[in-house]
């Protein structure tokens, strides 16, 4: 079994609805995103790949494009912005163009914050 990551940058700004409410939390605020996706399975015999580079890298970009630079609390259908629902997001947004989709991972970096999913793991 092959495991193939990309990694891929993105700038956002949100607020946050907290159980306990700050004002800190209420106002506008960003942070420097990274996301890795990683697919697994068998190389096709034929190419030797897992998946073309090529196809990878363009679903990665629109699924960044749709969060870059962006109010990820106006992003159809992400929810409450949390790193919980970014990478249910991405998953979401890749699923059907990204065979042998294994994991999504989102960091925030800056806060040592990282939040991994993968399909069926919870």
Not at 32 to 39: D, E, G, L, N
Not at 74 to 100: F, K, M, Q, Y
Request: glycine letters at 8%; proline letters at 4%.
């Amino acid at each position: 079994m092959w495991e193939l990551t990309k990694t891929f940058w993105f700038e956002s700004a949100h607020t946050l609805h907290r159980s306990v409410e700050t004002e800190s939390s209420l106002r506008i605020h960003g942070h420097s995103y990274r996301a890795q996706v990683t697919v697994s399975g068998t190389p096709n015999p034929d190419t030797g790949m897992l998946i073309d580079l090529t196809l990878f890298e363009q679903s990665l970009a629109v699924a960044r494009s749709a969060l870059d630079h962006r109010m990820l609390d106006d992003v159809s259908g992400l929810g409450p912005p949390t790193l919980e629902n970014l990478c249910a997001w991405i998953w979401r947004a890749l699923s059907d163009n990204v065979p042998g989709l294994y994991r999504v991972e989102v960091f925030r970096d800056s806060q040592g914050d990282r939040c991994s999913y993968q399909e069926g793991s919870g």
